[in-house]
Structure formats: structure tokens, C-alpha cells
């Protein structure tokens, strides 16, 4: 530890928190103003859990919030299972096919998500295919699966190459070999690609609004709607708000937890 | 070489091989005939006569780059101190500070937009007084963190050894930042810029929350045309953003994505 003060080290690190003070203002106004009763933020009126009661008996805020994670999990699962497979498949496939499927499987990271939205939103119509669940699913997929794939291909650069070779010649089929020696190696990124298509899936509003049935409302779509109608948010939004920021906050510890016993691991 | 190859590793990519060539390939392709045919599925220029003819879209489209610019450049601005101050050692900044910056984004996107919409609606400056003025501030508040994590992330890996030759060599601090620090941390500035630049002008989102519908960048054409089940005159506009995006790629030679975006984890 340095002793000596420093002022261009204090304004540094003045500046780093003021930042995140100002990034962190609009959700700490709405949850300083979720714990009072009033229609507009800057009205205290006493403390109340008021808005949390009727935002958990709003059904069609928890219908949203079920549709949302629904989505997201179904989607992640799939996104996961399809891009593992995927990028094992591609790690060992020849030069060129590899070349190929990396620049296509980045194509929808690199393009603007409105244009995949509308590219996946005509291929419904152009097939008249139904806006149902699946048509949703499918975007989201579309939306998370190429983050898997870069996720896992890392690790699979990483594993050493004789241990798949040593299990084959040890009588290990090549589906045992993989199962049991390929898929422990590269848990860790299946793992963060699986949690990173989480949350892509969560945070998604673009892609949900072109592909899902209108009946079907997640969050996004939900706040959407009542935010573009009135001039600020309904009262009870702002205990959503509440918790989302919380669930975002375990989900931070815990990655952070997770990623801090990795590291202990490496070391020994 | 096994004789036996019933099972071969290869085809564990198939079914992502036909996922990417039904949902990636095949809507990209339609994209394309869509712009060039008409409702009737006759080949026409007639879509881009529409679009350009009265300049309206062209002068939204002029505006969505400028936009799009103005933020990217104003996030960079913002972002670059704070995440070099971030990485860099003896400042007492752990992990949890980046992550802290980059929370944000695991907070629905819609819901932080309106959140910051009440901020300045709460602070006096109403989008529908100020519909330029909010919908930057929008734009700023939700890419900031899109900036500081790859800027973090490259400036972590720089070579300090090379920052302190350029000191011991006689050079200034100014000289040191431009001729050293700057070029070892190019990467990191232009993934950033990617992650900020198409998004900005192609989100109808932000605008709409934040201006309250009295701007238009590009996005909202898109999301108009959709409404209203255009999809000839949409399509066009997809393409030319494809056009602008295929660009941008080729002008970057962009920096490993996993590296920029699968860096938090």
C-alpha cells in the first residue's frame, strides 16, 4: 500500500466512482421510490411495501416475468446443446469447412439485431409459418447460439489432443472418449456460454417483439407497451425493477463466486 | 487412421450446420430477393425508388450514422479513462468494480431506458421537450458498459514495460499516450466501437422510450415497415444496413470476438 496521497491517483478514482454513481442513478431513484405509495417519483410519501404487493398480484406482470424466464431457460438449453455439438463438430473438421461454418455462425453477432429480427420475420411469413412459441424460440436461439460456439471453442483449443487418442486406444468408443474426456474439459465454457445465453435472452426485446405471437408478453414487451402509452412508469414497475436488480445481483455473486474457485483451482 | 468410422466427431456439427443454413443463411437470402421483388414476386426496382424518392429516408439515414457516430464517440470518451483507471495497477480497483460497471446490462434493456427516462423527466428535462437531448443521454447510458468491458479487457493484457521505455526514452506524457498506450489498446477501441456504432442507429427502442416517438433513426423505419407488413420496402432497408455493417467488418478486421465479449466470464 502506498502511503503518500496522491491527487491525480484521488481524482482517478473520483472519477471511476462518479461514474458509476451516474450509470447507477435512474435504478436507484426507482428503487428508493418503490418502498413509498405515490404516483410520482419525488413525492415521498412514507414508507410502503404497497407497490410490491400489488406487483405481485399483478397476473399479467407475473405471467410476463414466468414468459421470460420460460423463454430464456428453453432457449439457452437448446442454444447450449446445439452449439457444443456444434463447436466439437467444427473443431475437428477440415480447413476450409471450418473456415465456412465460423463465418457464417458469426454472422449474427456482427449484423444489427433488427435485421435478423426482420430476416427471421420473413421467413415465417414467406413459409406462412404461425407466430407461436417456437417461432420465438427460434430467435432467441438464433440470437445466443453463435455466443456458445465462442464460448466453448477456446477451451476445446486449450485440451490437450493425446488424451482423446489415449481413451480411444485404451477401448473407449468415440462417444465414450467424448463423453467422458472431451466434455469434463470443456465444461467451464459450456457453462458460461450457457449462463451468457441467459441473460442475452433476458435483456432481448427486438427479436422477441418480430417473433413471438402478440398474445405472448415477456418483460420486455410488457414494459414496452405500457411505457410507450403513459409518460412515466407505472408505480408498480418500480418494485420490478427492485427485483430484477436483485436477481442480477445474485447472479453476479455467484458468477463472480464461481469464477474466484476456478482460479483457486488453476492453482493447485 | 481407424477403419471403423461409424461415429464420426465431424457430424456432431450437423445439426448446427442445418440450424445456421435454415435460420441464418436462408433469411438473409430472402432479405435480398425481398428488396428486388415486388408483392407480387416480379422482379422490380421499384422499392428503391421508393425509398429514396422525397429524401425523407435518406435524410434518416444520414442522421442514424451521425447519431450512431456522436454516441459511439462520446461512449469512448467516457469509457476509455475510466476502464484504463480500472486496469490499471495500484489503483485498489478489484473485479467486482468492472462488474459493477457492467451489471447494467443483466437489467432488462427496456426497463433501464424507462428507468433513465424518469431520472430526467424527475430532474426537469421531459423527452418530448428535449427529444434529442434525452434520447443521447439514453443512447449513452445504455452502451457505456458495450465500451468499458473490451477496453478493460485489452488494456489488462498491455505490455506496462513498453509504457515505462517510453518514459525512460524521454517522452512526455501526451507523446507516451498517443505513441504508446493508444496504439497497444487500437483492439479494444474498435470492438468497442463495433458494439456501440450498429446498434445505436439501428435500435428503435431508445429513440422511441427516450424521445417519445419525435425521433426517427433507421430501426424505427424498419419496425414501421413491419407494422404495417411492408416487407418488400423493410427488407430494402435491412439490406442496406447489411451493405453498411459488411463495410464496417471489412474496414475493422474486427478483434476476436470471444476475447471481447466471452471476457467477462
Partial sequence: MKKNFSLTDFLCKFYVYILLFVMYAPILLLIAFSFTNTKIIGNWDGFSMHLYRTLFRDKEIMQAFYNTFLVAISSAVVSTILGTLGAIGIFYSKKRTKAIMEGIGNIPVMNAEIVTALSLTILFVFFGVQFNFITLLVGHVVLTIPFVVLSVRPKLMQMDPNIYEAALDLGATPAKALRSIVLPEIMPGVFSGFILSVTLSLDDYIITAFTRDTAFQTLSTYVYGVTSKKGTLPPSLRALTTVITLIALVILIIVNVNSKEKKSDEKI | ?265
Avoid at chain 2, 434529442?132 to 473490451?150: E, Q
Avoid at chain 2, 416487407?231 to 459488411?246: E, F, K, N, P, Y
Avoid at chain 2, 474486427?254 to 465479449?261: G, K, L, N, Q, Y
Fill in chain 2, 1 to 265: 487412421m481407424r477403419k471403423n468410422k461409424i461415429f464420426s466427431r465431424k457430424t456432431l456439427a450437423v445439426p448446427y450446420a442445418v440450424f445456421l443454413i435454415l435460420f441464418v443463411v436462408i433469411p438473409l437470402f430472402l432479405i435480398v430477393a425481398y428488396a428486388f421483388t415486388d408483392e407480387n414476386g416480379m422482379l422490380t426496382l421499384s422499392n428503391f425508388s421508393t425509398f429514396f424518392s422525397g429524401g425523407h429516408n435518406i435524410n434518416t439515414l444520414m442522421f442514424s450514422i451521425f447519431i450512431g457516430m456522436l454516441n459511439t464517440a462520446i461512449c469512448l470518451l467516457l469509457g476509455y479513462p475510466a476502464a484504463f483507471f480500472l486496469a490499471k495497477k495500484g489503483m485498489g480497483f478489484g473485479k467486482a468494480t468492472v462488474l459493477l460497471f457492467v451489471m447494467p446490462m443483466w437489467i432488462n434493456f427496456v426497463l433501464r431506458t424507462a428507468a433513465t427516462r424518469d431520472l430526467l423527466f424527475w430532474m426537469g428535462i421531459s423527452g418530448g421537450e428535449h427529444p434529442y437531448l434525452a434520447t443521447m443521454i439514453g443512447m449513452v447510458y445504455n452502451y457505456l458498459p458495450f465500451v468499458i468491458l473490451p477496453l478493460y479487457t485489452t488494456m489488462t493484457k498491455m505490455d506496462i514495460s513498453l509504457i515505462e521505455a517510453s518514459y525512460d526514452l524521454g517522452a512526455n506524457k501526451v507523446q507516451t499516450f498517443f505513441k504508446t498506450i493508444l496504439p497497444m489498446t487500437m483492439p479494444g477501441v474498435v470492438s468497442a466501437s463495433t458494439m456501440v456504432f450498429m446498434p445505436t442507429m439501428s435500435s428503435y427502442v431508445i429513440s422511441d422510450v427516450m424521445g417519445e416517438r419525435k425521433i426517427s433513426l433507421i430501426g424505427n423505419s424498419i419496425q414501421l415497415y413491419f407494422d404495417q407488413g411492408l416487407w418488400h420496402i423493410g427488407s430494402l432497408v435491412a439490406l442496406i444496413m447489411l451493405v453498411i455493417i459488411a463495410f464496417g467488418s471489412l474496414c475493422t478486421d474486427s478483434a476476436p470476438e470471444e476475447e471481447v465479449r466471452g471476457g467477462l466470464w
